[in-house]
């Protein structure tokens, strides 16, 4: 037996203004209707894996136990930090190294940590059978 991710699920206290935020970011749709639940999805219509946000009536108070890791697929991963910080999110943890490997800790309107990595074309081509994180 198996199961697939069917939603990423994110407390919000403004859940169409997060999902705005991030279907900017990562280039998807914004799925709503009166429900006050919002979810944001690579296709139209809404199949696979989304990020689903419910408002709650708090804030964040606490560090993520659960993050998002993002790649770019069309920009370097500095020109997608510069461009989450246009959209409104700030850099908490810069770990770019100097010879171009790293990431950075990044986090969202409401304080959502994420990661921005390399994007494979930054990477460059892996020996057979070889993981590369970040």
Known sequence: MTMHVHN?????????????????????HVFHDDDPEVVVAPHF????TGMLFIPVPEGKTAKNRLHVDVAPD????????????GLGARVLADHR??????????ADPEGNEFCVERGP???GPLPPQTWRLG
């Open 97 to 106: 190294r100097d010879d171009g490997t790293g990431w950075v800790v990044m």
């Open 8 to 28: 990423i699920t994110v407390d919000a206290t403004d859940a169409l203004g997060l999902a705005t935020f991030w279907s900017r970011l990562l280039g998807w």
């Open 74 to 85: 069309d920009e370097t991963r500095d020109e997608a930090v510069a461009r989450a910080e």
């Open 45 to 48: 219509p809404y199949a696979g």
């Open 121 to 123: 074309h930054e990477k």
